[in-house]
């Protein structure tokens, strides 16, 4: 796929002169994802097989997160709040559905019935449901506000922001410390090492470049969608949602179905799930401290009753499908069935419906920011 790199100065240059269809520049700046996630993937895992499992499922997931993380950046800094909001929920609802299902139905085809470690799935859960809770509560929140009491909000979503990344760090503390064993796969011995050792000083330098060429392109990328969304008939919200977030999500989405087809779903869960959390737990209570000084107003976590569902269902149909700590073709099927109604939903839904649907800041927190 690293041959695809070679339209990247074409997406470059058509971002950044006038005249292009809207459509085609975000074409071109989405395709050029596909080979920087391969990129980076590649370079990780040779990271990943110096560090072990479960540090290589946390650096996938880390850095697969680093389109996200980019384009929200930039979407911040250019005042598109609800996009942020989409892409983050659509980033939760991705990795729990399409990348675990996916996964799920390819690794059951070469496998019967494939085995991951359950008590490391109980914790995921449980901080899955963390996750989902930490959007809930300001979205009822919000609820309950006036303009006399306008500043609450914002104080309420500093105040989530905080006990967030508090509790991330302890799930680090608690994964690669205290309770290692927890996160231990079931079958390491089945782990496919790199056919080619890079030294880690280019692994590092791949991830820096693909980088800085995901941040040029992210730039183009949300330069473009509102032209397109308009150009292809579909709401802002299954921009932000479904296409976004597949775009934000490619790293991780490689990484996992590779490693599903290895028999390591411990490594597969662990990229695809620690996504999620990381995206909920640390990406943003970041983004939202971060609009304090980058964004035109506030970003905080308030979404529509809609977006609410939209989290929780996904968090909900996982827990039950790796309970019994085993995955086969069929229970990826489900997850994928789920996701492909919860997309046709965003597709269908009407464009003015979906500041609705994702939430936008009250006017009174808005009405504060200076």
């Known amino acids: 796929m690293l041959w695809l790199m070679v339209f990247a100065p074409i997406a470059y240059v058509l971002g950044h002169t006038q005249g292009h269809p809207a459509t085609l520049r975000f074409a071109l700046a989405a395709l050029e994802f596909i080979p920087l996630a391969k990129l980076m993937v590649d370079a990780t895992e040779q990271i990943s097989h110096k560090t072990g499992a479960t540090v290589g499922a946390m650096l996938n997931a880390t850095f697969g997160n680093a389109p996200e993380l980019i384009i929200s950046l930039i979407a911040l800094r250019e005042g598109m709040i609800e996009l942020v909001k989409a892409s983050i929920v659509g980033v939760i609802v991705g990795n729990l559905l399409f990348v675990v299902g996916l996964s799920f139905l390819i690794g059951g085809l070469n496998v019967k019935e494939q085995k991951f470690n359950r008590r490391g799935a109980r914790v995921q859960r449980s901080v899955l449901m963390i996750a989902a809770i930490s959007i809930v509560v300001p979205s009822l929140f919000s609820h309950f506000i006036s303009a006399e009491n306008a500043s609450h909000e914002l104080a309420l979503n500093t105040s989530v922001a905080i006990v967030l990344l508090v509790t991330y760090g302890l799930s680090l503390i608690f994964m690669l410390k205290t309770h290692p064993d927890y996160f231990v796969p079931k079958h390491p011995e089945s782990a496919v090492s790199p056919e080619r050792q890079w030294p880690v000083s280019l692994a590092f330098l791949a991830l820096a470049l693909s980088s800085v060429m995901l941040a040029l392109l992210s730039e183009i990328l949300v330069g473009a969608v509102e032209e397109t969304a308009l150009g292809l008939g579909v709401s802002q919200a299954f921009i932000g949602i479904i296409i976004l977030a597949l775009i934000g999500g490619a790293p991780e989405s490689v990484a996992a179905i590779a490693m599903a087809r290895k028999n390591q779903l411990d490594v597969t869960k662990g990229i695809a799930v620690g996504s999620s959390i990381q995206i909920a737990l640390f990406v943003a209570p970041v983004l939202m401290l971060s609009s304090y000084y980058i964004a035109p107003r506030p970003f905080d976590l308030v979404v529509g009753n809609a977006a609410v569902m939209l989290i929780l269902l996904p968090v909900l ?4 499908v790796v309970a019994d ?46």
């Open 317 to 320: 149909i996982f827990s039950m």
């Open 325 to 370: 700590g085993k995955a086969n073709w069929f229970k990826g099927a489900q997850l994928l069935s789920v996701y492909l109604l919860i997309a046709l939903f965003c597709f269908f839904l009407p464009d003015n419906s979906g500041s609705t649907l994702i939430g936008t800041p009250s006017e009174q927190a808005a009405d504060r920011w200076p």
